[in-house]
Structures are given as C-alpha cells and as structure tokens.
C-alpha cells in the first residue's frame, strides 16, 4: 500500500497538485512509517515550494532508512550550498559519491561549489569526472564554461557554452552565458554579437506566449507605475546604482514596484524594502515563482513601465519581459549589451557609453540620459580615504580589482608596457581565483613572458567584508581600467576611495562605461582613445607623486559633487525619459511592435505557444558578478531513492543539479 500510494503521490504531483502529492506521501508512511521513498519524495515537493528546513527533515530521514540513497545526500548538499554552508555541503556530495562514485550530479554539483571557493583545479577535476561519467551532461558542460571564465580563458569559455548547446540547443544556462563571455572579447569590429544576441532573443520569444493589449489608461500627463525587476538588491555590484531610484522618485507621479528576485536577502534588501514601502511604493518578493506568473502579477498591478535590471546575467528574468506583461518595457543598468529580445522597446544609455554616431547595433531602441546613463550611491561601509602609498613606499603601485574575465592578454602587454615605463613600480590585482595556485602561477607566467617579474606583482583573492575590500584600495595609487569590456562597479569604487583611474574608450558601449563614469565626473583628462594614449596617461600620472596624493585627497568630493552621485537631479532626467516613451505609447509608437514584426511573430499570432518549440527553460547561471555569480539550483528527480542497485537520473539544466527519478526501488 506504501508503495502504491507513493506512486500516486507522485502522479498527482506531476499533474500539478502538489499538496495533494504530499498528502499521498504522508499516508504512504502512515501504512510503512519507514518507506524511505516516501520520505524522499516530500523531501523533493518541499523543496520545489521553497520549504528546506522540511525538505532537510525528510532528505535526513530518507537517508537514516536507507543508507545508500545518494540522491537524498545530493539534494541535501544543494540546499546547504544555497545557505552558504559550502562545507556542509561538501560533505554531503562526497557521501553522495561514497554511495555511487560516478554520481555525475554530485561530480557536478561539487565542482560548482569548489568554483565558488575559487578552488580551479579541484572543480575542474570533479566537472570532468561528471562529464566522463555522462558525456551528454550539457549543464556539466556550462559549469566548464563558467569554470573557464572565471579563470579568465574566455575562448575555452565559449566553447564548452557551445558543447553544451549541442547537446541541450535550448539550455538557458549555456545560450546566455555564453552571449556575456562574448562581450569580453567583442572588438566591436563587426555586429557578429548583435546578430547573436538577436537570434537569441528571436528564439527565446517564440517559448512564451505575449499579451496584445493592456488596461492601461492612455493619458500621457497621468501619474505612472514603474515597475523595477531584478534578483539583485542584496550587497551586489547593481544594488550601488538602482538605490537612487528608489530613494528619489517623486512616488506621487512615479510610483515604484519593486520585484524582487533576491535569493538571500540582507540588510540592504531590508533597508530597500523598507524605503520603497515608507514612499507609498510596493515590494513584491518572486524568488522561485514561475515568470509567467510574474508578467500575470504585472499586469494585475497594472505596471505602465516595466524595468529589468539585469539583462544575461545571473537569475534575470528576461522570460518575465518575453511575455509583455507591460505596455512599455526597458533594460537599464545591468548588461552592458542588447538584450536581444523583440518585447522589450528601449534600452537606457548616454551619449558617452553610446554616441550618436555610434554604430553599435540594439534590438531596442536606445535612450540617452542627460549625463551618465548611471548614478552610483557609495557603500557607507567604505571607510575614510587613506593617503597615497607611494609617499611612504617610495614607489607607485598600480591596481585591478575587476574580475580575471576582463584582464584578457591584451590588457596585460599594455599593463606590462606601464611598469616597465615607471621604474620600481608595482601592480596589484585582487580577483576571486587567486586563492587557486594554478591560476597564480599562470597569471604571473604571462607577466614574466611579457617582461614583467613576478616579484613586482601582488595578487590577492577574494575579500570578503565590504569594508575591507572598499579599505583595499588603500594598497594601490592608480587604477587601471580594462579593455575592451570597461570595468563599471570597481571603477567607481576607485574613485571613491581617491583612487585615480585611467580607462580607455572604444566603439561599443561595453568599452565606453569608464569614459562615461571618467567624464562625468570630470576627469576627462584620464580617458584614452587607443593604447598609447592609455599607457603616456597612466605613465604621466605616476611621474608626479605629489600632484597624485593632492588629486586622491579631493577625489571624493570632487565625485559626491559630480552628476554621478547627485541622485534628486538624475532622477529628474530619468523620469524625462519615462514621460517621453509613455506619451509615445499613447500615440501608439511602440519600437517593440516593429521589432516583433522584424522577428516575423505577429502578435496575432502569439497568443498561444506553438507545441513544438515549448521546450524545457531553466535559470540561467551567471556567476559573478557581480556579484560574482550567484549559482541556483533549479530541479528535482521526482521518486525514489537508490538502493543497492542504482537508479537513473534525468538531467535537468541548472547549474547545481538534485535529483528525481520516477520507478520503484529494485
């Protein structure tokens, strides 16, 4: 009877009536109250509705009575790993592989947390013995990717993304990691990255279905909601430039909504929260809802402008955009690329990230704010300014801390031409995989083969405390920007900590972030059109040890001072620009309808998404970033645990895999 309840159990469940699966479940072990399958597969439905502290109850107990069920372990191990307790989690997937040592989920699954610890080799080790073990694992394949790109191999990088979209050509994970590493090595020479972006978002429309018309009043002078979506206000890199929205709209004619996607909420999502409620706005939390139901919550809250604040990187929810649950719809901040996507009409810049005569190609259309197209809010954990080192180190130290992804080998030679030009100088880089020998040593092997001793470079890994990595821009006297994709977060950290930067400007928005952030606070004189000119700025400014410390010592004000920062007056330009596409919707100009039309998708004809391309879409997995990359873990294996005898496992494209498997123990 055990047994015969639990298969109806998980029946119902996969019909869609969860709660009536557990139910079966519970009288499952009613009738057997040790079935171990039973207790597994509540474990699974627990998980799926967000419930862990159940879910780690029953996965505990489906192990005690029965020893041998990796996938209990495995499933555990994710939950730990999303909780933060890396080494908890750890234990649990090497006991998931003491029971089945070619379990590729749990190979998988800890190379994914020893990518988190930065620990290259080993993850590297444990991605490929999941691979070996199952050779069409696509999402081992993604986890290579970003296994590679996090130690900088961006070509590597892109082509285990590839592999895997051989295997899985509709895996979320591997088609959108892969459009973000082609933005580090993207030239701007040709619109190959356009082109891809744009097939991209062309397919990807065609897996959900769009609204047509909305409710909306179309008076243009009418008071509006602006609705703001991103998993991304915690202490991450995009939180430094969304605050000031949320602070300073004028909610009476501009009222927020805020969806929130976080995954582990902070103090910061607390004090955001709290902000947007106390101006009369409203906080909608949407961690693990399905994104159509999303765009169905859009629409009830009747969101005149929709703003995704994420683009292709971790846990964005561009399937949300891909419905059209708004009227008007915008990506801003976090991807310094098109999106791709025909649903969404405009994409925010300024006329120094994107000129006018730029030749850079968007599937939206592009809106150019007054100033920057950004305004940066400083961590008040930062910390004073500390004086310049070279006064008492006799020397001038230079610095990145932007991730190993952007220091490509061309960025190298021309750091490597700086030091040689400024005697007894220094470089000091501080990025995540440096806790990793093997990445230690072959970042210094290129600085010796480019002439530079490795005894001139200190390279530091991840700092965990905000405070003391905004505090660690005390150990260096010069910034230096990378090339092509420009640094955004650390650049204006830099500056904040008195911290000049030298970047360099190119013919793409992603090269042009830091002339935009240089310009606008006024240091135009540090912005480089070509290599030369970026390495004569960086040598001039070292020659002169006392105008540097001068220039450090006034930096911040001179930054707190500038449009940058001054968050009432760059809301005023932001508002402008949503009253302008608004009254442009009431007239029925819409650059998305004509977009879609470019696509050849009719709106008409997108009411229901065609059968043979419904496929199976998961979380994309960025990580880093920015926060550096948050990595979630997306499915289960519905059924029963392994006895002796081993089940099998259906992949399921997240990046952390748990298991489900359907059938009864053998």
Same mark, same amino acid.
Request: charged share 20%; net charge neutral; proline share 5%.
């Given at each position: 009877?055990?047994? $015969? ?29 040790? %079935? ?25 107990? *489906? ?6 069920? =990796? ?17 908890? =989690? ?5 006991? $998931? ?57 961006? +070509? ?37 990255? %356009? ?34 979506? +991103? ?30 996607? #976080?995954?582990? $909420?902070?103090?910061?999502? &607390? ?71 025909? /649903? ?32 940066? /809010? ?26 190993? *992804? ?32 093997? #990445? ?31 505090? =660690?821009? &005390? ?23 008195? #911290? ?19 310009? /606008? ?63 442009? %919707?009431?007239?029925?100009? #819409? ?54 005898? /081993? ?20």
């Amino acid at each position: 009877m055990a047994i $015969a309840l639990t298969d109806l159990g998980t029946k119902v469940k996969l019909e869609g009536d969860i709660n009536q699966g557990i139910a079966y479940y519970k009288k499952a072990l009613y009738y057997n109250w040790h %079935y171990a399958d039973a207790m597994y597969n509540l474990g699974v439905a627990y998980g799926e509705m967000l419930m862990f502290d159940m879910a780690i109850v029953f996965y505990e107990l *489906a192990f005690h009575f029965n020893p041998h069920c =990796a996938e209990a372990c495995n499933n555990l191990g994710v939950i730990y790993k999303d909780r933060d307790n890396l080494d908890k =989690a750890v234990e649990c997937y090497q006991m $998931a592989l003491s029971i089945k040592p070619n379990f590729s989920q749990s190979l998988n699954n800890l190379g994914v947390v020893y990518t988190v610890q930065g620990k290259m080799d080993a993850a590297a080790s444990m991605i490929e013995k999941a691979i070996v073990a199952n050779p069409t694992y696509a999402e081992a394949y993604n986890n290579l990717g970003v296994l590679y790109r996090d130690a900088g191999s961006i +070509s590597l990088a892109v082509e285990a993304y590839e592999q895997c979209l051989k295997i899985d050509p509709d895996s979320r994970n591997a088609g959108q990691n892969r459009l973000l590493a082609m933005n580090y090595i993207n030239d701007g020479s040709d619109d190959k990255l %356009y082109e891809v972006h744009r097939d991209w978002g062309r397919r990807f429309m065609r897996l959900f279905p769009q609204y047509t018309s909305w409710e909306n009043i179309k008076d243009p002078e009418r008071p509006l909601v602006i609705g703001y979506v +991103s998993p991304d206000y915690f202490t991450h890199s995009v939180s430094y430039f969304i605050e000031a929205p949320l602070i300073y709209h004028d909610y009476a004619n501009y009222k927020v909504v805020v969806y929130s996607a #976080v995954v582990k $909420a902070d103090a910061k999502t &607390s004090r955001f929260r709290d902000r947007v409620l106390k101006h009369g706005g409203a906080w909608r939390d949407i961690y693990g809802i399905d994104e159509k139901k999303v765009a169905s919550m859009v629409r009830d809250d009747k969101i005149d402008i929709l703003v995704e604040l994420t683009g292709h990187t971790a846990n964005n929810k561009l399937g949300m955009m891909a419905c059209r649950p708004a009227p008007v719809q915008v990506t801003w901040i976090g991807y310094p690329n098109t999106t791709g996507l025909p /649903t969404i009409d405009y994409r925010i810049s300024d006329a120094l990230a994107d000129p006018v005569d730029t030749v850079q190609k968007h599937v939206e259309e592009l809106v150019r704010l007054p100033n920057s197209f950004l305004c940066y /809010t400083p961590s008040p954990e930062a910390g004073p300014v500390a004086p310049t080192p070279a006064l008492s180190n006799g020397f001038v130290t230079f610095g990145s801390f932007n991730n190993l *992804a952007k220091i490509t080998p061309k960025v190298l030679q021309v750091w490597a031409r700086i030091l040689s030009a400024v005697p007894n100088s220094r470089l000091i880089v501080k990025c995540k995989p440096f806790c990793c020998d093997s #990445v230690r040593q072959q970042f210094l092997t290129t600085l010796e083969k480019l002439g530079l001793e490795s005894l001139r470079v200190d390279l530091l890994p991840l700092i965990l405390l905000n405070h003391d990595h905004m505090q =660690a821009y &005390s150990l260096m006297d010069i910034s230096l920007d990378t090339f092509p994709y420009a640094g955004t977060t650390t650049t204006c950290e830099s500056l904040y900590m008195g #911290v000049p930067c030298v970047t360099m400007g190119g013919s793409v928005h992603a090269h042009n972030v830091g002339v935009s952030l240089l310009k /606008t606070v006024g240091l135009n004189n540090l912005v480089a059109t070509n290599e030369d000119e970026y390495v004569d700025l960086a040598v001039k400014l070292a020659s002169d040890v006392t105008a540097l410390s001068n220039l450090r010592m006034r930096l911040r004000n001179l930054m707190s001072k500038s449009p940058l920062c001054d968050g009432s007056k760059f809301i005023r330009g932001l508002e402008s620009a949503y009253r302008k596409m608004w009254r442009r %919707y009431c007239k029925d100009d #819409v650059p998305s309808l004509k977009q879609m039309e470019l696509a050849q998708v009719p709106p008409q004809q997108q009411q229901v998404v065609p059968e043979e391309i419904a496929v199976r879409i998961t979380e994309p997995k960025k990580v880093i970033s920015t926060f550096a990359a948050p990595i979630k873990a997306n499915g289960f294996y519905l059924g029963q645990c392994s006895s002796a005898k /081993t089940s099998n496992a259906e992949e399921n494209g997240a990046l952390l895999n748990q298991s489900r498997n359907s059938g009864k123990l053998s």
